[in-house]
């Protein structure tokens, strides 16, 4: 239930329907409460403020049908140019950056202001009264008539705002920023900062024996097939996993959960979700529970899943170094910000894929993430394309040095040699004359930078990585 909750939050603030319907429903309170001040307290008090002045019902309703009129009329403006703006931008940036721009909450709050502006005159129009329909008393509602004039400026406001609003936000710049601002604020979220040493690899070694021989590499046939099978009931992406349920499930009835997916795989009817050791113990309304921990949809989402925000940038950069696009600056825009993410990362511990509870019992086996597969994701699927651009390939050096300066674990130095070697072919293969020859020193220099005891400093004082020159 967690996960459907969490989802449906995650939905709704991806939509241009549910702030501006939560802004209408506001209108009407709003316009209810300020008829009601009205009709108790009539309008005698306007004439002891100099400036204001009581209203004929002629002109009352002539001012709320004009304001009301221009509001709907803008609103629809509104709504072509967002709809045009979004268009535009998942043409030129990617299909899946669609939902950063649904998720904007400027242009949500813009198109709610309008809707509400309007509902609140239209509300407040119709309690409008001459003498002629009322029996020869008239009504009007100077108060409201006051509040409505406030909202048509707050209106008139909004609309500044937003004419500046949509033009900064689909700036190439603007858009790489809210991915990566995204990506960061996640690895501050999942991944804990290094304190102290690292864990003791005997420490490792204990937790690895707790796992039970059903889920060994090397369990035979036999053992293999004493586990429970948790099975999908749709189709979809998965974009959450409450752990913290699975984990609950896992304590109270004495069992082990593997998890077979994680957040971002796309599962389908009939693929099993997770497997459960004893399998005696796992009956059908547990297997119910474990299954309502997976949360699926139609497509990835940002809420768990680490590597979109890695693949929209990647996806931005590879279009920009397409030959229809030829677009080398904004991959090296899309470089930095992943140099910035993968540098936070190298300075964080990878909790362990296998969770215990208080006591020490194994309860649940996650899958791994490690910072070599992250690095894959991100730099290892970029190599390819910056490998035939030298302006692309000089950044991508850059970056995987400001990545190596952060680093302090020689596991992780190694894994960022093995993919400067890897690019060093690629560029080799792809580039010719002077501007193989320039990428290729830059990856010499950054080789021989990584061989050093102190290559912090070598990488520091070299003059070309000080230059940043790209």
Same mark, same amino acid.
């Given at each position: 239930?967690?996960?459907?909750?969490?989802?449906?939050?995650?939905?709704?603030? &991806?939509?241009?329907?549910?702030?501006?319907?939560?802004?209408?429903?506001?209108?009407?309170?709003?316009?209810?409460?300020?008829?009601?001040?009205?009709?108790?307290?009539?309008?005698?008090?306007?004439?002891?403020?100099?400036?204001?002045?009581?209203?004929?019902?002629?002109?009352?309703?002539?001012?709320?049908?004009?304001?009301?009129? &221009?509001?709907?009329?803008?609103? #629809?403006?509104?709504?072509?140019?967002?709809?045009?703006?979004?268009?535009?931008?998942? #043409?030129?940036?990617?299909?899946?950056?669609?939902?950063?721009?649904?998720?904007?909450?400027?242009?949500?709050?813009?198109?709610?202001?309008?809707?509400?502006?309007?509902?609140?005159?239209?509300?407040?129009?119709?309690?409008?009264?001459?003498?002629?329909?009322?029996?020869?008393?008239?009504?009007?509602?100077?108060?409201?008539?006051?509040?409505?004039?406030?909202?048509?400026?707050?209106?008139?406001?909004?609309?500044?705002? %937003?004419?500046?609003?949509?033009?900064?936000?689909?700036?190439?710049?603007?858009?790489?920023?809210?991915?990566?601002?995204?990506?960061?604020?996640?690895?501050?979220?999942?991944?804990?900062?290094?304190?102290?040493?690292?864990?003791?690899?005997?420490?490792?070694?204990?937790?690895?024996?707790?796992?039970?021989?059903?889920?060994?590499?090397?369990?035979?046939?036999?053992?293999?097939?004493?586990?429970?099978?948790?099975?999908?009931?749709?189709?979809?992406?998965?974009?959450?996993?409450?752990?913290?349920?699975?984990?609950?499930?896992?304590?109270?009835?004495?069992?082990?959960?593997?998890?077979?997916?994680?957040? #971002?795989?796309?599962?389908?009817?009939?693929?099993?979700?997770?497997?459960?050791? +004893?399998?005696?113990?796992?009956?059908?309304?547990?297997?119910?529970?474990?299954?309502?921990?997976?949360?699926?949809?139609?497509?990835?989402?940002?809420?768990?899943?680490?590597? %979109?925000?890695?693949?929209?940038?990647?996806?931005?950069?590879?279009?920009?170094?397409?030959?229809?696009?030829?677009? +080398?600056?904004?991959?090296?825009?899309?470089?930095?910000?992943?140099?910035?993410?993968?540098?936070?990362?190298?300075?964080?511990?990878?909790?362990?894929?296998?969770?215990?509870?208080?006591?020490?019992?194994?309860?649940?086996?996650?899958?791994?993430?490690?910072?070599?597969?992250?690095?894959?994701?991100?730099?290892?699927?970029?190599?390819?394309?910056?490998?035939?651009?030298?302006?692309?390939?000089?950044?991508?050096?850059?970056?995987?040095?400001?990545?190596?300066?952060?680093?302090?674990?020689?596991?992780?130095?190694?894994?960022?040699?093995?993919?400067?070697?890897?690019?060093?072919?690629?560029?080799?293969?792809?580039?010719?004359?002077?501007?193989?020859?320039?990428?290729?020193?830059?990856?010499?220099?950054?080789?021989?930078?990584?061989?050093?005891?102190?290559?912090?400093?070598?990488?520091?004082?070299?003059?070309?990585?000080?230059? #940043?020159?790209?």
């Amino acid at each position: 239930m967690r996960a459907w909750f969490l989802r449906l939050a995650d939905k709704l603030g &991806s939509s241009y329907w549910f702030i501006p319907s939560v802004m209408a429903v506001c209108a009407m309170i709003l316009a209810s409460g300020m008829i009601v001040l009205d009709v108790t307290h009539g309008s005698a008090w306007i004439k002891s403020i100099p400036f204001l002045y009581q209203a004929r019902p002629e002109g009352a309703r002539q001012m709320l049908s004009s304001i009301g009129g &221009s509001m709907i009329t803008v609103a #629809g403006t509104v709504f072509s140019v967002t709809i045009a703006a979004v268009v535009y931008a998942s #043409g030129q940036y990617g299909p899946r950056l669609l939902t950063n721009f649904m998720r904007d909450r400027g242009n949500q709050v813009t198109l709610g202001t309008f809707i509400a502006t309007f509902i609140y005159c239209l509300l407040v129009l119709r309690t409008v009264r001459s003498a002629d329909e009322s029996g020869g008393y008239s009504f009007v509602p100077d108060l409201s008539l006051i509040v409505a004039v406030g909202l048509a400026l707050c209106s008139i406001g909004v609309l500044i705002f %937003f004419i500046h609003h949509v033009p900064s936000k689909i700036h190439i710049n603007s858009v790489i920023e809210d991915i990566g601002d995204a990506l960061i604020e996640s690895i501050e979220e999942r991944f804990p900062r290094f304190l102290g040493d690292p864990r003791p690899e005997k420490e490792e070694l204990a937790e690895r024996a707790k796992v039970p021989d059903v889920f060994r590499k090397d369990a035979s046939a036999d053992v293999a097939a004493q586990r429970a099978t948790v099975n999908a009931k749709s189709t979809g992406y998965l974009v959450m996993i409450d752990e913290e349920l699975l984990f609950e499930i896992a304590t109270r009835h004495d069992l082990v959960i593997r998890l077979q997916y994680q957040p #971002g795989d796309f599962a389908h009817v009939g693929r099993a979700l997770a497997e459960v050791s +004893p399998m005696a113990s796992c009956d059908d309304d547990i297997s119910r529970h474990i299954c309502a921990a997976f949360s699926v949809d139609s497509r990835r989402s940002t809420l768990q899943d680490l590597r %979109f925000l890695i693949d929209e940038l990647v996806e931005i950069a590879a279009r920009a170094l397409s030959p229809g696009v030829n677009d +080398p600056f904004t991959a090296l825009t899309c470089l930095d910000w992943l140099a910035a993410g993968m540098s936070d990362i190298s300075q964080r511990d990878m909790p362990s894929h296998l969770r215990v509870d208080d006591e020490g019992a194994l309860r649940l086996i996650a899958h791994p993430v490690n910072f070599e597969t992250l690095v894959d994701r991100s730099f290892g699927a970029l190599a390819q394309y910056c490998a035939s651009d030298m302006v692309a390939g000089l950044r991508y050096v850059r970056a995987l040095g400001e990545v190596a300066l952060e680093c302090d674990e020689a596991d992780r130095i190694v894994t960022i040699g093995i993919y400067a070697d890897r690019f060093d072919k690629l560029a080799g293969d792809a580039l010719n004359g002077f501007n193989r020859t320039r990428v290729r020193d830059r990856v010499a220099e950054l080789r021989r930078a990584l061989a050093e005891p102190d290559y912090k400093r070598q990488l520091r004082d070299s003059t070309a990585w000080l230059g #940043g020159t790209a």
